[in-house]
């Protein structure tokens, strides 16, 4: 790295690279704090004959942070990648080299840009990956949630029904899961998360790797009190968030009759409501579970 002078990280040489020619290159961009980009994606960037770009307006930017003058750059995202395939996978073949940079972060991760990596595999064209930053492992990593096993469930549907049915299908996975939503829908969105899968801690991440980056941790009960206190004091939550919640714990059973004994002794001092949110504390099930059950015991006494 002779070429990279102390302080100064944007006037690499890129023309002593040993690159690979006519390769995609896939480049991971940083996710908000532009000193997160690395050595080689500055390198590749200054030297790929072509560069994809979900948003040519938003990486340009990039590249005028990091003084990097990219000649071909193409706009490639989920309205035109069917038709913009053809000619990328015959430029390729030309031994060009093109970068693919999404956004922010890795490519492909929550997109269909895996559909050009699965052409250029049949065409045996050469696929490499400059990795970088990640909101999905960046907002698991701040959690305080395990790490050891997660599965990443991608973008929550908007619709109340298509996101039960996302939840219901790993109700019982025991790994961290980590899910993509908006800051709009996050009530909704835990409310429902309450009913379908009980009380569980889970970690809100926004605006990783920034100046206001946040990360607020609790569970289920307590996380809509605390949005409804800042949406109160006019300071709402707002953009995209990354919610990591914990998995399903398989110790956690209780019978029938444990939870009705609890649920009577709660109901002697507690309404109805209070009751059914402290169960659900202490157990860890479902909101609707415990609701019924409440109900029935409520109307026989």
Same mark, same amino acid.
Request: aromatic content about 6%; charged content about 25%.
């Given at each position: 790295?002779?070429?990279?002078?102390? $302080?100064? %990280?944007?006037?690499?040489?890129?023309?002593?690279? #040993?690159? *690979?020619?006519?390769?995609? @290159?896939?480049?991971? +961009?940083?996710?908000?704090?532009?000193?997160?980009?690395?050595?080689?994606?500055?390198?590749?960037?200054?030297?790929?004959?072509?560069?994809?770009?979900?948003?040519?307006?938003?990486?340009?930017?990039?590249?005028?942070?990091?003084?990097?003058?990219?000649?071909?750059?193409?706009?490639?995202?989920?309205?035109?990648?069917?038709?913009?395939?053809?000619?990328?996978?015959?430029?390729?073949?030309?031994?060009?080299?093109?970068?693919?940079?999404?956004?922010?972060?890795?490519?492909?991760?929550?997109?269909?840009?895996?559909?050009?990596?699965?052409?250029?595999?049949?065409?045996?064209?050469?696929?490499?990956?400059?990795?970088?930053?990640?909101?999905?492992?960046?907002?698991?990593?701040?959690?305080?949630?395990?790490?050891?096993?997660?599965?990443?469930? $991608?973008? %929550?549907?908007?619709?109340?029904?298509?996101?039960? #049915?996302? *939840?219901?299908?790993?109700? @019982?996975?025991?790994? +961290?899961?980590?899910?993509?939503?908006?800051?709009?829908?996050?009530?909704?969105?835990?409310?429902?998360?309450?009913?379908?899968?009980?009380?569980?801690?889970?970690?809100?991440?926004?605006?990783?790797?920034?100046?206001?980056?946040?990360?607020?941790?609790?569970?289920?009960?307590?996380?809509?009190?605390?949005?409804?206190?800042?949406?109160?004091?006019?300071?709402?939550?707002?953009?995209?968030?990354?919610?990591?919640?914990?998995?399903?714990?398989?110790?956690?059973?209780?019978?029938?009759?444990?939870?009705?004994?609890?649920?009577?002794?709660?109901?002697?001092?507690?309404?109805?409501?209070?009751?059914?949110?402290?169960?659900?504390?202490?157990?860890?099930?479902?909101?609707?579970?415990?609701?019924?059950?409440?109900?029935?015991?409520?109307?026989?006494?």
């Amino acid at each position: 790295m002779e070429n990279l002078s102390k $302080g100064d %990280l944007y006037y690499y040489d890129h023309k002593n690279s #040993k690159e *690979l020619k006519g390769c995609l @290159y896939i480049i991971a +961009t940083p996710i908000g704090n532009y000193e997160d980009i690395s050595l080689r994606a500055i390198t590749v960037l200054g030297l790929v004959d072509i560069l994809l770009c979900e948003d040519t307006r938003k990486s340009k930017k990039l590249l005028s942070h990091l003084k990097i003058k990219c000649k071909n750059i193409i706009s490639y995202n989920d309205n035109n990648a069917e038709k913009k395939r053809p000619y990328i996978l015959k430029q390729l073949l030309l031994n060009k080299n093109i970068g693919l940079v999404c956004d922010a972060g890795t490519p492909l991760i929550s997109d269909p840009g895996y559909k050009i990596v699965q052409e250029c595999y049949q065409e045996n064209i050469k696929v490499t990956h400059l990795p970088g930053p990640s909101s999905v492992i960046n907002a698991l990593v701040l959690s305080g949630l395990p790490t050891n096993q997660f599965f990443f469930g $991608g973008f %929550l549907s908007s619709k109340k029904s298509g996101k039960e #049915k996302q *939840l219901l299908t790993t109700k @019982y996975n025991t790994m +961290t899961g980590i899910w993509f939503d908006t800051c709009l829908r996050l009530q909704n969105t835990l409310k429902i998360m309450l009913d379908v899968y009980g009380n569980r801690k889970v970690s809100i991440a926004r605006e990783l790797t920034k100046i206001y980056e946040e990360i607020i941790i609790s569970d289920l009960v307590n996380i809509d009190i605390i949005i409804s206190k800042r949406n109160n004091n006019n300071k709402p939550l707002k953009g995209e968030v990354v919610i990591i919640i914990n998995g399903f714990d398989s110790n956690s059973n209780v019978s029938t009759e444990e939870l009705n004994i609890n649920i009577k002794n709660k109901l002697k001092h507690h309404t109805l409501r209070d009751a059914v949110n402290l169960v659900i504390e202490e157990t860890n099930l479902s909101k609707k579970q415990v609701y019924n059950e409440a109900i029935k015991i409520k109307n026989k006494l």
